[in-house]
């Protein structure tokens, strides 16, 4: 037999039970439908009968309630009574669905007589006749007339309670019909089932194990030799060749995976190569091979910890700078620099290979922490001096030449040496002191080395609080503008100004310009303090000129460093500021220092020459002090010299002082500038100069710094000095 007559009977067997199910379910469904409508008919007849029931009992109260001696009003209550409860009875009998009319029958022929009684009554009552017999009959009627409505009711509710039993009693014998119905219909399936299982799936199971067996013991697969139908058979036909290709291919699929294991094996040992690699880049330095800040401070965490556990051990961190790297990079070159840093690292191990008191010789460490910054972790010393011999080795080892690319490099280090101390308990503190000690060192005259203590701490905590208190003052503009007058020795009166930044701490009072201006530089917001004086000196002086305290000749000068001009957007600054207050570029000039020029000579050429083009005036401040190269005075676009106040000391311009000042200015004037002494606070001074032919000048003898409202008085007077200088 095929196997699609198999399922066929399979169908008709579920659909005919499926049928019978519901056919079974309708028919009892009916019945208990009928049944349901009989018990509500059967409860709006009580209802009715309830409704009966009640208007009875309100007419027998009335009645009760009822005298000889009642008046009219009582008798029309009682007849309205008797009317409503005639017509409430009239409609139970119209309706005609209750088992109790003859009931209803008999109490309508009583309330018929009570109708009647009760008229005669109200006739005698409303006469003035006693009528005491009369009304007791029409009690006793009425209470007649209740008791047979109260039995009306008892059978109502009799009847409707056995209609409820009876839909009650449909209800289960359906519920107990279906689940016989369900049983044998489950019991049908079953055994069909049972019947499938072994015409169909058995075969298949046979099949799949004959299959499994052919697989696992390479032998041949046979088909099936009983139960079988012509699709099996087929399937016996396709599984076996199945089984066949189904062995070649796992042949070969084992060849490959034996192939990909061995290149797995492979790429497993390139990829723990390239590990270990990625592990060491993660943890040493890529030029110079050294152990990085992040494996430094891993040891130097153990270090510390093996300091808690035993407080006799000691060890020291050493932390190094190259002096002067910088300017190897800018004249060899970042190649030759980068070989300078490979070489230093050499050195640096080397030094800690040679024989000294350490303990553990092996466990010290080298690393580099950043660009020329070098640590050594001495890992366990027997006394703190031994630090400093390391150190001075380190010295030594350095100061002999590098020979790099053809080139003799000399160089040095400056050395800060930090201990652990009790207080010290993260390595980070550790670095920040050996760090802060160098910075002593490289500022003692670096090529040396120095050992930390509290002090320095203090000390950098406090100039930290100052470069904090400094931002925040730049920030918030808490400075003040003095004005210092620049006098014209050919006129004797004032041709300019100097716009000087002065800052009152909240706690230091007034700080030294000298030292809020270094930590500007130090610190980069000398950017943004620049452009704030520069805007407000020129706002000042377009003040001052539309008020008439002075006129057009006037002219500004502010002092710029070589942050500033270094910024890419300092001209435009310049150009966007006089364009704001109408102001020429003539009305503004631009001092700058020596080191400014030195620094970066060619970019600072481009930036001289676009302030040039704007008109301003660029002057060199504290000339004689740094380099004094012809060759600068030759080749930037200067137009004032200014000669320092160093020269107006203790000489008095006499002797090499006042020849080196009429050198330049004669130098000066030969090509094409001119210039201004600072520092004049005498008489003499200011006729020496005179005598020499010196353009400008300006000191306390003059006026020292002042603020706007007394710069404002002073120039709104119009001094003169020429006079006491005849």
Not at 103 to 132: C, W, Y
Request: net charge negative; aromatic share 6%.
């Amino acid at each position: 037999m095929r196997i699609h007559h198999h399922v066929s009977i399979i169908l008709f067997l579920a659909i005919a039970g499926a049928i019978g199910l519901a056919v079974s379910v309708g028919l009892m469904l009916g019945s208990i439908e009928r049944a349901a409508r009989a018990a509500g008919r059967s409860a709006e007849q009580y209802s009715h009968v309830e409704t009966v029931v009640a208007n009875g009992r309100e007419l027998a109260a009335t009645v009760e309630s009822l005298t000889i001696g009642s008046s009219r009003d009582a008798y029309r209550a009682l007849e309205r009574d008797l009317q409503r409860s005639t017509i409430t009875l009239a409609r139970l009998r119209n309706n005609g669905l209750l088992p109790v009319t003859a009931q209803v029958d008999e109490a309508m022929v009583v309330l018929q007589t009570l109708t009647r009684q009760e008229r005669r009554l109200a006739e005698r009552g409303t006469a003035g006749e006693p009528a005491a017999a009369e009304l007791s009959q029409f009690r006793e009627g009425v209470s007649n007339y209740v008791t047979r409505l109260e039995t009306m009711r008892m059978i109502a509710l009799d009847t409707a309670g056995s209609l409820d039993l009876e839909l009650s009693m449909r209800r289960r014998y359906m519920m107990l019909i279906v689940g016989v119905i369900c049983i044998l219909y489950l019991a049908v399936i079953d055994r069909v089932r049972h019947w499938t299982t072994r015409r169909l799936i058995h075969p298949v199971q046979t099949l799949a194990r004959a299959a499994m067996r052919a697989m696992e013991n390479e032998g041949t697969f046979r088909g099936l030799e009983q139960d079988s139908t012509d699709e099996l058979d087929t399937l016996a036909r396709v599984l076996a060749s199945f089984v066949d290709t189904l062995k070649t291919r796992v042949r070969e699929r084992t060849a490959e995976v034996e192939q990909q294991k061995a290149n797995l094996e492979r790429e497993m040992v390139v990829r723990r190569h390239a590990e270990d690699q990625l592990r060491h880049a993660a943890f040493h330095d890529k030029l110079t091979g050294l152990c990085n800040r992040d494996l430094l401070l891993d040891r130097l965490e153990r270090c510390m910890e093996r300091a808690r556990r035993h407080p006799e051990y000691k060890f020291a961190v050493l932390f190094l700078d190259v002096d002067r790297f910088k300017e190897v990079n800018d004249s060899l070159g970042h190649f030759v620099g980068d070989q300078l840093l490979v070489a230093i690292a050499e050195r640096l191990q080397e030094c800690l290979r040679g024989t000294d008191t350490l303990s553990c010789v092996d466990s010290n460490t080298v690393a580099r922490i950043g660009g020329d910054e070098f640590v050594v972790l001495l890992d366990g010393i027997a006394e703190r001096e031994d630090a400093s011999v390391v150190a001075e080795r380190v010295q030594l080892s350095l100061a002999e030449p590098f020979r790099l690319q053809g080139h003799e490099v000399f160089t040095t280090a400056s050395i800060g040496i930090a201990f652990n101390e009790p207080g010290c308990d993260k390595a980070d503190y550790l670095l920040r002191d050996a760090d802060t000690a160098m910075y002593y060192a490289k500022a003692a005259g670096k090529a040396r080395h120095e050992v930390f203590n509290t002090q320095m701490h203090a000390e950098a905590k406090s100039r930290l609080q100052f470069h904090n208190d400094l931002k925040r003052a730049v920030d918030n503009e808490d400075f003040d503008i003095h004005f210092q007058p620049i006098i014209s020795l050919s006129t004797g009166g004032i041709c300019g100004c100097e716009a000087l930044a002065r800052w009152e701490h909240p706690d230091r009072g007034m700080v030294d310009p000298v030292e809020f201006i270094a930590h500007a530089e130090e610190t980069g917001v000398i950017v943004k303090l620049g452009h704030w004086i520069l805007h407000r000196a020129c706002r000042q002086l377009k003040e001052w000129r539309d008020d008439g305290v002075i006129d057009a000749a006037v002219t500004m000068s502010i002092n710029v460093s070589k942050r500033q001009v270094a910024e890419r957007g300092f001209v435009d600054d310049v150009r966007k500021t006089l364009r704001e207050f109408s102001l020429d570029g003539s009305s503004l000039n631009i001092e700058i220092t020596e080191s400014v020029i030195m620094d970066n000579p060619d970019s600072i050429a481009e930036v001289l020459k676009q302030l040039k083009e704007l008109g301003v005036e660029i002057h060199m401040d504290d000339f004689g002090t740094g380099y004094s190269s012809l060759n600068y005075l030759h080749r930037f676009p200067l137009d004032v010299l200014k000669i320092d106040r160093a020269f107006l000391g203790t000489k008095s311009l006499e002797n090499e002082y006042a020849d080196v000042v009429q050198t330049v200015v004669a130098l000066a004037h030969t090509l094409n500038m001119q210039v201004i002494v600072e520092g004049v606070e005498t008489e003499q001074h200011l006729q020496k100069l005179l005598a020499l032919n010196c353009d400008f000048a300006q000191g306390f003898y003059f006026s020292k710094p002042l603020t706007e409202a007394d710069a404002r008085e002073l120039l709104a007077s119009k001094p003169t000095w020429l006079k006491h200088a005849a």
